[in-house]
T-cell receptor, first 106, second 115 residues
């Protein structure tokens, strides 16, 4: 069993839909990262969370430390949100989930 | 935030040759890391690049195959030696520890194809 599990693996949505990506982990962490990877490989750090909730524009990330679970939400999704979203548990190194491939269609 | 650049952005190399990838951060950072992302896979940590000392390698990666340098707090190189087609991957540099933050920043990646 992977130490960091993401679901779903693939997700398609119509523009404007509310999207949720889930991440569960089984290790002790100092923080949890949400990353966005566009075609071509470039990675952008979206959030680093150690508790509660963070919001940046249309993106919201939450974490429940007791349940070892985090979610990334995208409100009013747009085709430019199409990317792979990766969660990573920060132990003494980053342990990555397998990613969620999101496609948003107009 | 930190801006990380990598050179080259992509390369096609012949089997048996070596390629050195450069990573430059626009600010001094505590930690620099090298990752590999094989096609369809998530990221795998190759090593932590330590300033002024030998890199710390993860299980399955060795210095002879992936020599790493880190001469100062803003620059690191990763060499992929004696390449084979199995080394075809995206190689990413990342940095952490800007101004005592644990935020991690990633470079744009180097797409390597070995023929």
């Amino acid at each position: 069993k992977n130490e960091v599990e993401q679901s779903p693996q693939n997700l398609t949505a119509q523009e404007g839909e509310f999207i949720t990506i889930n991440c569960s982990y089984s290790v002790g962490i100092s923080a949890l990262h949400w990353l966005q990877q566009h075609p071509g490989g470039g990675i952008v750090s979206l959030f680093m969370l150690s508790s509660g909730k963070k919001k940046h524009g249309r993106l919201i990330a939450t974490i429940n430390i007791q349940e070892k679970h985090s979610s990334l939400h995208i409100t009013a999704s747009h085709p430019r949100d199409s990317a792979v979203y990766i969660c990573a548990a920060d132990t003494d190194k980053l342990i990555f989930g397998t990613g969620t491939r999101l496609q948003v269609f107009p | 935030s930190a801006v990380i650049s990598q050179k080259p952005s992509r390369d096609i190399c012949q089997r048996g040759t070596s390629l050195t990838i450069q990573c430059q951060v626009d600010s001094q950072v505590t930690m620099m890391f090298w990752y590999r992302q094989q096609p369809g896979q998530s990221l795998t940590l190759i090593a932590t690049a330590n300033q002024g000392s030998e890199a710390t390698y993860e299980s399955g990666f060795v210095i002879d195959k992936f020599p790493i340098s880190r001469p100062n707090l803003t620059f690191s190189t990763l060499t992929v030696s004696n390449m084979s087609p199995e080394d075809s991957s995206i190689y990413l540099c990342s940095a952490q520890g800007l101004a005592d933050s644990y935020e991690q920043y990633f470079g744009p990646g180097t797409r390597l194809t070995v023929t």
